[in-house]
């Protein structure tokens, strides 16, 4: 099991912007990851994803507004959020996909 630790969430006011880090071990940066998020009494879904090539997809409900990018050299994935919305209120997890390995997850609260 290997260990991925996500940070960055807070508060913001609707229309504003956050980093997500999820820093992981450097034997796996280089494998797909993903986002996930999962709101109060809803199923864990799917956010973005970036493959081992780089390539990326995201949800519809995000898609422009969403950005995964992966920086090998400090074994970190980060989801740049912009334009929030009070529905994107969520605990964000990333998620080793090969591994299947989560880290413990990270609050975003959208609201004025």
């Known amino acids: 099991q290997v260990q991925l630790v996500e940070s960055g969430g807070g508060l913001v006011q609707p229309g504003g912007s956050l980093r997500l880090s999820c820093a992981v071990p450097g034997s796996i940066v280089r494998d797909s990851m993903g986002w996930y998020r999962q709101a109060p009494g809803k199923q864990r879904e799917l956010v973005a994803v970036i493959s081992s090539g780089g390539s990326t997809n995201y949800a519809d409900s995000v898609k422009g507004r969403f950005t995964i990018s992966r920086d090998n050299a400090n074994a970190t994935v980060y989801l740049q959020m912009n334009s929030l919305k009070p529905e994107d209120t969520a605990v964000y997890y990333c998620?080793?996909?090969?591994?299947?390995?989560w880290g413990q997850g990270t609050q975003v609260t959208v609201s004025s």
């Open positions: 998620q080793a996909r090969r591994t299947g390995s």
